[in-house]
């Protein structure tokens, strides 16, 4: 880890982590982008096939299934800073071998990311932390935590991060849940999604 809270700083330290095993398969390190000084950002799982790719956040399906759900709250993209737990594509290789299918991180994985999750909150200083899906909310809030006990909540950072800023934090499921859930059950997960962005939007305060 750099000794820096500039995101170009520890956006190019990140390229050459090694901190897990993931980098050895991954094309790329994808790092957090958006505005720097955001006063909401969101927190996915890790980056898919095609943000590993590109090396840029939420660019495949999920990431325009959340563009949707973001438009449907109010809410500009533009205006966010976007990242992940984890920094690597983590899959598996279809039978035939031409496929790369995901696989959720473990929680050694996570652990060893956090410190490039916790070093882009210090930098932004987001007033408000959407963290989408259960990885996500358990890379900061813990193992033990129940995304689905704490949706429409209004959460605060643990012991653990250790901020000298005190981001106001919810929960929501993560974008990819929907596309893969049954298809008569994706147009009221979907509203929910935008139910509980909608609520996060409603928590922010205007910078002075």
């Known amino acids: 880890m750099p000794d820096s ?21 991954a094309k790329q390190t994808v790092f957090g982008a958006g505005t720097p000084h955001a006063d909401m950002m969101l927190v996915g799982e890790q980056p898919g096939d095609q943000e590993d790719k590109a090396g840029a956040p939420f660019v495949g399906p ?6 949707r759900a973001l438009a449907a709250a109010g809410v500009e993209r ?9 920094k690597h594509f983590k899959f598996t290789l279809s039978e035939r071998g031409k496929r790369r299918i995901h696989k959720t991180p473990s929680r050694t994985e996570v652990v060893a ?3 490039w999750l916790f070093a882009e909150m210090v930098s932004v200083e987001p007033d408000v932390i959407v963290l989408l899906g ?10 033990d935590f129940r995304l689905t006990q704490h949706r429409g909540e209004v959460l605060h950072s643990p012991e653990i991060a250790n901020f000298d800023f005190d981001p106001r934090l919810t929960v929501t499921v993560h974008p990819s849940s929907v596309l893969r859930g049954p298809p008569e059950d994706r147009e009221k997960a979907f509203d929910g999604l935008v139910s509980d962005l909608r609520f996060a939007a409603g928590l922010l305060t205007h910078r002075t």
Do not use: F
Request: hydrophobic content about 40%; overall charge neutral; some cysteine.
């Open 5 to 25: 809270q500039d995101l170009d700083a520890l956006a190019e330290a990140s390229h050459r982590c090694k901190g897990c095993d993931l980098y050895l398969n």
């Open 62 to 67: 999920a990431g325009k299934l959340l563009d």
């Open 78 to 86: 533009e205006r966010l800073y976007v990242t992940n737990a984890v």
């Open 113 to 115: 990311c956090r410190p």
């Open 134 to 143: 259960a990885t996500a909310a358990k890379s900061l809030m813990g193992s």
